[in-house]
């Protein structure tokens, strides 16, 4: 989806008009009830999704990644399942970068392709909202910064779900560097006293690429512009000026040209992430680096035993 969120999404609590789409909340609400079917529980693999309640910019595919590399060293036949959408090749290509990929305009569809492919587990990259599917595993993502916005759902506010839907599942991920988790925790395990909180923070594994002396222009079309920028800045790079686009965003050369003459002007480096590089590459800008990162987890043979239990 490409989107560039509202801001009173995030405000922290809803404004005026957060009531006044309220009533289009609603009726999405029951919209999504009523297009609800029994979900098909496939026994010949796992399924593991990784999804979010939280649109867009909650770590999915760096924790679906983490998943996959976790069954790769335990010798397990893991594969990736994602819904095709053209605007989504920037993830796609990332996911075929680190394993097998499925993908295809029907989840089901591409998880059967992987059974006959005798793949043990598929971890789904979104797809929690899908109702064709009953998964094995549910796994929830929130980005630390953003947290749940104001808390309401979609128009009134950024949550594909209602919160309390987290009575639900057994294991949120709150990814991204922030100072407090508190708040969102308590409201977890409020909702659900059971549930299993993990906590990571994004790290680079491509720094040894860059000079933290220089001065960069970073720019993003991702879910979550804020946390690229928290995360350089904790490794000490020098940002003079940054952009902020939509997820998924179509750069036109217009943009690039502009990005790149600014920094020249300026007398900055350029730097985006994996995900807009994806987006860009083969197209002429060899000055435009990208960070490389990864999800490093607080308690990773936490995660390790659940994923095991599974299998």
């Given at each position: ?9 995030d ?10 789409l ?44 983490k ?20 605007s ?87 990814n ?25 923070k994004?790290?680079?594994?491509n ?15 991702i ?71 990864e ?17």
């Open positions: 989806m490409n989107l560039k969120k509202p801001r009173f999404w405000y922290k609590k809803p404004n005026f008009i957060s009531y006044f309220w009533p289009i909340a609603i009726l999405v609400k029951i919209l999504f009830v009523l297009k609800s079917k029994k979900k098909i529980k496939f026994k010949k693999i796992k399924t593991i999704c990784v999804g979010n309640i939280y649109i867009g910019g909650t770590g999915k595919t760096s924790l679906a990644i998943i996959n590399n976790i069954f790769l060293k335990n010798n397990i036949k893991s594969c990736f399942v994602k819904k095709y959408y053209k989504q090749v920037d993830e796609q290509n990332i996911l075929k970068n680190n394993g097998k990929l499925f993908c295809e305009k029907k989840r089901d569809k591409a998880l059967n392709q992987a059974i006959k492919e005798n793949y043990q587990i598929a971890i789904f990259d979104d797809g929690l909202q899908d109702n064709s599917i009953d998964y094995d595993i549910n796994l929830i993502c929130f980005n630390g910064n953003n947290g749940i916005g104001n808390g309401m759902t979609i128009p009134s506010g950024p949550l594909r779900q209602d919160l309390n839907s987290l009575k639900n599942y057994q294991h949120i991920f709150l991204g560097k922030i100072d407090d988790y508190s708040e969102l925790e308590k409201k977890a395990l409020k909702i659900n006293p059971e549930i299993n909180i993990h906590k990571s994004y790290v680079p594994t720094l040894n690429e860059f000079n933290i002396n220089n001065s960069y222009l970073v720019f993003s079309g879910g979550n512009h804020k946390t690229f920028i928290s995360m350089l800045k904790e490794y000490r790079f020098k940002i003079i000026k940054n952009f902020e686009f939509s997820d998924h965003y179509n750069y036109k050369d217009k943009d690039l040209k502009k990005i790149t003459y600014l920094a020249k002007t300026l007398n900055c480096k350029i730097i985006t992430t994996e995900k807009d590089f994806q987006r860009i590459k083969n197209r002429g800008y060899e000055n435009i680096k990208f960070i490389k990162s999800l490093k987890l607080d308690n990773e043979e936490k995660l390790v035993k659940a994923l095991l239990d599974l299998k």
